[in-house]
């Protein structure tokens, strides 16, 4: 069974920083492509960042403006995401996707993390 697990959410002050992890085990496991998804409700799902764990390569949504770093760890299951100079506009729920490529469309992807609340505070 594909799984991705998120962690690190939370509760900060604008300005804050906040760093979020997504674990990849079971058919999840050595995706092509893992990336951050943003939804706030009412709203799709919007693109954060993007990495292709076989290179390392990272690709940025519009809404990381230079604050947000996408990095993977050693055995390229393991994602984080770590959100800087953080704005209440950028509150939402924040889920883990991977799939065979890296796209920037939330509907491409088919497995999914149930996601971890970020809230900024003015």
């Known amino acids: 069974q594909a799984q991705l697990v998120e962690s690190g959410g939370g509760s900060v002050q604008t300005g804050g920083s906040l760093t979020l992890s997504c674990a990849a085990s079971?058919?999840?496991?050595?995706?092509?492509?893992m990336g951050w998804f943003r939804q706030v409700a009412g709203d799709e799902r919007e693109a954060v960042a993007l990495?292709?764990?076989?290179?390392?390569?990272?690709y940025y949504g519009t809404v990381a403006a230079g604050r947000f770093r996408i990095s993977q760890g050693s055995d390229k299951n393991t994602v984080s995401l770590q959100l800087n100079n953080l704005t209440p506009e950028d509150s939402a729920m924040y889920s883990c996707?991977?799939?065979?490529?890296?796209?920037?469309?939330?509907?491409?992807?088919?497995?999914w993390g149930q996601g971890t609340q970020v809230t900024v505070s003015s």
């Open positions: 079971g058919g999840a496991a050595g995706s092509v492509c």
């Open positions: 990495i292709n764990t076989r290179g390392g390569s990272p």
């Open positions: 996707g991977a799939g065979p490529r890296c796209w920037f469309e939330a509907r491409k992807y088919t497995v």
